[in-house]
């Protein structure tokens, strides 16, 4: 009985098998839709073994023959490392075909200074070129570095943020000389390592340039007023606001000292304005200065006294380039500011239109009408402007009756 039954089931089977190879035969629409359901099928394994494969494994594929072939064992170091390779692929992929590169001794560096693994992940992947450089290059600019960094922690921290400035291992010799120039002059290592850190180009070239500089910058601080005791206070404020300073050509602040003086401010308001803008001077242009100061005169109707006191009350307005100030002015005419408000309170032009619009309708929303008062509640940090509405918030609240005072009734 079992063997007939198994028989049975066999021929049953068999029929069905033929069965269904003439139906394809006999109806080509459905032979042709299950070949395409079949293909599509193997489509999405496909995609899916290549998605589930390691970076490392789909290096010679994704290569075009066109580029560079990749070095394996770059890949596969910085695939251990746990860096993200398909990014580095589609931003710095270059790195990656290299040779030599020493990703596991520069990640073996790295960890000796204090970093651990995530944050050594977090460098590579941020500036990936540090597998290019050589180990002992690495641990000779780690002293260096040492030499201004109180201790290995400190030190990671500042590669952590800007490991594209530790890994300037170009002129090396010119970074020594400018790291003991800098020191010379009594600034702090915490000083000067952030120096290095923000403006590495700086220590990179001859200390002679950077001499030329700080010489310009101590005279015009002698020149207008200041004393040598408050001179390198000065210079570490000036270096600490905008440490390209060093980059811009001595000449440049004696163009802009000298437009100043032609317009007639003394010693004592260069002096100030000097002190106001910092490392801003820098930057400044005499025939952006002279469009600036134009507007203003024309947009306040203003006298050339008026105007200096406008400029040392706010000496942003040097640095603003003609289309800002027209354009914060302008927006501040729309919303019924009178030009005798911003006369009154030229700092107000330091704040975006967007900004200035967004404080001036907080306000009205509590009832302060900012074009019929001043414009100083407007002006300031966010911190200063919030203290301004909140006091005007407390005044909408404040009952009109004295709390201490004795209430009347009706019937006296």
Not at 76 to 86: A, C, E, P, Q
Request: aromatic share 8%; net charge neutral.
């Amino acid at each position: 009985m079992k063997a007939e039954s198994s028989d049975r089931k066999k021929t049953d089977r068999e029929r069905d098998r033929v069965f269904r190879c003439q139906s394809c035969e006999t109806d080509p629409l459905q032979s042709s839709t299950m070949l395409r359901v079949t293909a599509a099928s193997l489509c999405t394994y496909c995609q899916r073994m290549r998605l589930l494969r390691p970076p490392s494994a789909s290096a010679s594929t994704l290569t075009s023959p066109d580029k560079r072939l990749e070095n394996q064992h770059t890949v596969d170091s910085l695939y251990k490392l746990s860096v993200d390779i398909r990014k580095l692929r589609k931003f710095k992929g270059w790195v990656l075909s290299e040779s030599p590169a020493y990703a596991t001794e520069t990640a073996e560096l790295l960890r000796d200074m204090g970093a651990d693994t995530t944050v050594i992940t977090r460098i590579l992947e941020t500036h990936p070129e540090a597998v290019l450089c050589r180990p002992e290059d690495v641990a000779a600019q780690r002293d260096l570095w040492m030499s201004v960094c109180p201790n290995k922690h400190k030190l990671m921290r500042i590669i952590e943020k800007f490991p594209s400035s530790f890994f300037t291992l170009t002129h090396h010799s010119n970074q020594r000389a400018n790291i003991s120039y800098f020191q010379s002059l009594r600034l702090s290592r915490r000083t000067i390592g952030e120096l290095m850190a923000s403006a590495p180009q700086s220590f990179c070239r001859p200390v002679e340039q950077n001499q030329e500089v700080i010489h310009t910058l101590r005279e015009t601080y002698l020149d207008l007023g200041g004393d040598e005791v408050n001179l390198c206070l000065w210079l570490k404020k000036l270096l600490s606001q905008n440490p390209y300073i060093l980059l811009r050509p001595a000449e440049a602040w004696r163009d802009s000292l000298g437009f100043l003086r032609e317009q007639g401010f003394t010693t004592e308001e260069l002096l100030s304005l000097v002190s106001s803008l910092r490392a801003s001077i820098a930057e400044l242009r005499p025939e952006a200065m002279q469009l600036a100061l134009a507007f203003i005169e024309s947009a306040l109707a203003c006298s050339m006294d008026e105007l200096k006191q406008i400029v040392i009350r706010c000496p942003a307005i040097l640095y603003y380039s003609l289309p800002i100030l027209v354009g914060r002015f302008q927006g501040l005419m729309d919303v019924g500011v009178s030009t005798e408000q911003v006369k009154e309170c030229p700092n107000v032009l330091e704040l975006t239109t967007q900004m200035a619009l967004y404080r001036i309708h907080k306000l009205a929303s509590y009832g302060y009408d900012v074009c019929s008062g001043s414009l100083d509640v407007i002006v300031g940090t966010k911190t200063d402007f919030e203290m301004s509405y909140c006091r005007v918030d407390l005044r909408q609240q404040r009952p009109l009756f004295s709390s201490v005072a004795p209430l009347i009734s009706a019937e006296d």
